[in-house]
């Protein structure tokens, strides 16, 4: 049987590429997205592959009347909601004595209150049908330490909080919660320099290089899509892909202090770098 799925930050990146995942096994999927013309092509080119049927949503999720009024205009069209994957986000990182309020607001407002208002607009749903799968995005950087990029991780590990705390008590309604812990994906995201309205901290290349010391290189989104669907149908409470963050985050939980040491080492490496360019 199909199933109806909603998907935030679905126009790019690993909410495009699980959302094409899920079309292609017969799904309706629901992209949604702040940039609209980029989720319009993304559903034009999903439904030019004739599996399932995805479509189009703006969807600011910053704003939860938005958020609440998309997710309700989904089951009065389709009858119920299967899976609510929050998984909209950006990236601020840089030295935290650089970044203003307005780089902590920004990232809060997107990645933990966005997944928020993903929660309380899906949850209630849910329960009242007596089952769904909510999938939220975390990162690598939710589980372990990741300098220059304290607020990105500030976020996930709240994300990933409420994840595992909502999942004990979902489970008395049939209710199922996941949270994907994905390390470093070869999506805009590890070239961005953070939101384009506020100063920028870190370049694109000390981005793409922080990330990859931290969680290794690279990895497809059409490979964690297909890692991710395989983890909704295990029920994992923890999506940890690829196994180069898998190794990371076992190693941390076995050695904190060893993944400590590293990352102090790579503190020092970027400080020196730092000091070379000046």
């Given at each position: 049987?199909?199933?109806?799925?909603?998907?935030?930050?679905?126009?790019?990146?690993?909410?495009?590429?699980?959302?094409?995942?899920?079309?292609?096994?017969?799904?309706?999927?629901?992209?949604?997205?702040?940039?609209?013309?980029?989720?319009?092509?993304?559903?034009?080119?999903?439904?030019?592959?004739?599996?399932?049927?995805?479509?189009?949503?703006?969807?600011?999720v910053r704003e939860p009347g938005q958020v609440a009024d998309a997710v309700d205009l989904v089951v009065r069209d389709h009858g119920r909601l299967d899976l609510m994957f929050n998984n909209a986000g950006i990236g601020v990182g840089g030295p935290v004595e650089e970044l203003s309020l307005e780089h902590w607001?920004?990232?809060?407002?997107?990645?933990?209150?966005?997944?928020?208002?993903?929660?309380?607009?899906?949850?209630?749903?849910?329960?009242?049908?007596?089952?769904?799968?909510?999938?939220?995005?975390?990162?690598?950087a939710g589980l372990v330490p990741a300098p220059f990029l304290t607020p990105y991780a500030t976020t996930k590990h709240a994300v990933v909080g409420l994840s595992l705390s909502l999942r004990a008590e979902a489970a008395l309604h049939g209710v199922r919660v996941s949270v994907l812990c994905p390390g470093v994906i070869d999506t805009p995201l590890i070239d961005s320099?953070?939101?384009?309205?506020?100063?920028?901290?870190?370049?694109?290349?000390?981005?793409?290089?922080?990330?990859?010391?931290?969680?290794g290189k690279p990895y497809a989104p059409d490979r964690l899509a297909q890692d991710v669907l395989r983890g909704l149908e295990a029920n994992r409470a923890i999506i940890v892909s690829p196994r180069s963050a898998q190794a990371v985050w076992r190693l941390f939980r076995l050695s904190p202090s060893l993944v400590m040491r590293r990352s102090s080492q790579i503190v020092r490496g970027v400080a020196a770098q730092a000091m070379e360019k000046t």
């Open positions: 049987m199909s199933r109806i799925a909603f998907v935030t930050g679905a126009a790019s990146g690993i909410g495009r590429a699980v959302s094409e995942a899920l079309a292609q096994r017969g799904d309706t999927v629901v992209l949604a997205d702040i940039n609209e013309a980029e989720a319009k092509a993304a559903v034009h080119a999903i439904n030019g592959r004739g599996c399932g049927t995805a479509i189009a949503v703006a969807l600011d607001d920004r990232i809060i407002d997107v990645n933990l209150r966005g997944v928020i208002n993903g929660v309380r607009a899906a949850y209630p749903i849910l329960v009242r049908q007596g089952h769904g799968h909510i999938l939220n995005t975390a990162s690598l320099q953070g939101p384009d309205d506020l100063p920028t901290v870190v370049d694109r290349g000390s981005a793409r290089e922080l990330l990859v010391q931290s969680g």
